[in-house]
């Protein structure tokens, strides 16, 4: 089994229906955070979480929310989907403590196409 | 000014010869750089890490750091068509309450020539 797991793989779709990403992951890390990608604008942050309690947003959480529902989950919801949020989206995750290091793992991705 | 910015190419070169991918930061307090390699339809893998100026080498792969000039650079040797793929470079920043997290480039697709 994969260490960050991504459910669903693909989702289509439409405007203004709620969406809900899931991600979860075996590795125990403390830090989980959730990116979307678009073809030439890279990997940007969305929100991450250092803990349960510790939600933080990233460069663009407009019209994204998130839930830490434990240390392994990590869920990324649009509660109206907009098809300018068809993207690739990924969640990763990083060990507390790594102290300058900040490697990521990243789960394999979930590619969501709003109509 | 972006964070983090890479030529997104795409950069075209022939097998057997250098691949040089840059990559220039705007904070000056970054102390953590990587290189990510994503191939199509994939998620990010990371290939090189560096921290001090001057180079890192790993096999056919040499990162290069200059803090003074906020520009990091990946070098890949005798390249090969398995190298084609979008090279993401990530940087930390450090945020005011004291936590880290990672900035992406847009990425470079590179292509490799047979």
């Known amino acids: 089994d994969a260490d960050v797991t991504q459910t669903p793989r693909n989702r289509i779709t439409k405007t203004g229906k709620r969406i809900m990403l899931e991600c979860s992951q075996t590795?125990?890390?403390?830090?989980m955070y959730w990116y979307r990608q678009d073809p030439g604008l890279g990997l940007r942050l969305i929100y991450y979480s250092f803990d349960v309690k510790d939600i933080n947003k990233g460069e663009i959480s407009d019209g994204y929310s998130v839930s830490r529902q434990a240390q392994a989950k990590f869920s990324l919801s649009l509660e109206s989907a907009i098809p300018n949020q068809t993207a690739l989206y990924f969640c990763a995750t990083r060990r507390d403590g790594d102290s300058g290091a900040n490697v990521l793992t990243f789960g394999a991705g979930s590619r969501l196409t709003v109509l | 000014q972006k964070e983090v910015e890479q030529n997104s190419g795409p950069l075209s070169v022939p097998e057997g010869a250098i691949a040089s991918l840059n990559c220039t930061y705007s904070d000056r307090g970054s102390q953590s750089f990587f290189w990510y390699r994503q191939y199509s339809g994939k998620s990010p893998e990371l290939i090189m890490s560096?921290?001090?100026?001057g180079d890192k080498e790993d096999g056919r792969f040499t990162a290069q750091l200059n803090k003074a000039s906020q520009y990091v650079s990946l070098l890949i040797r005798d390249s090969q068509p398995s190298d084609s793929a979008t090279y993401l470079c990530a940087v930390n920043k450090f945020e005011i309450q004291g936590a880290q997290k990672l900035v992406f480039g847009q990425g470079t697709r590179l292509t490799i020539n047979p």
């Open positions: 560096i921290y001090s100026n």
């Open positions: 590795k125990g890390h403390d830090r």
